[in-house]
């Protein structure tokens, strides 16, 4: 088992030096320079304890409007990507027999990301791998008004293939390895 607080450090760089620096996400800066991100470390090997830490950060997000996304690294018990797809599964049936259904979205990361009918070695896989296996929690709202301001908001997947194809899996695959602990930072808002 790893340290928390260093997977927690490792997911904060790679969300700045990744996802951030070649803006994976147009709408992760924002967020990132507002402080508004908020980290969470939870062990998976108990998928019960896991998709309760989940419902924990849906009733944080619902009393504290300041946070606009979790993500939740899942330290331990999800290194298996089939293992992690059964908790994805099990995540978002949750989140709609709890009512969150609409109200907040699920992204997934892992770092072992393969898209269905994706070779395994395609480099458009690192839109989704990560250096921890995680959970994203996204407000709904925050993200249809992020979009209504967005020119052209369906160009985005296509322009990170393009990019990350250019890049390459020798230098994707190093930017991750590389995500280092930020020296300072408040991992919550």
Request: aromatic residues 8%.
């Amino acid at each position: 088992m790893t340290d928390d607080a260093v997977c927690l450090d490792q997911t904060q760089a790679w969300v700045e030096s990744f996802v951030v620096a070649h803006d994976i996400c147009p709408f992760a800066r924002r967020e990132m320079e507002r402080g508004s991100i908020r980290y969470e470390a939870t062990s998976a090997r108990s998928f019960e304890a896991a998709l309760l830490a989940l419902i924990e950060e849906c009733r944080r997000l619902d009393e504290d409007s300041g946070i606009q996304t979790t993500v939740l690294v899942l330290t331990d018990g999800a290194e298996d990507f089939d293992d992690y797809l059964d908790l994805l599964g099990l995540a978002e049936a949750l989140l709609e027999d709890q009512g969150y259904e609409g109200v907040y979205q699920l992204a997934s990361f892992h770092p072992n990301y393969c898209f269905h009918g994706v070779e395994e070695s395609d480099p458009a896989n690192y839109t989704n791998r990560s250096p921890w296996p995680m959970l994203h929690l996204l407000r709904e709202e925050s993200i249809e008004r992020a979009l209504a301001g967005f020119a052209h908001p369906e160009r985005i997947p296509e322009r990170n293939v393009t990019l990350l194809r250019e890049m390459g899996n020798e230098r994707l695959a190093a930017q991750i390895a590389d995500a280092q602990p930020l020296k300072s930072g408040n991992r919550e808002p």
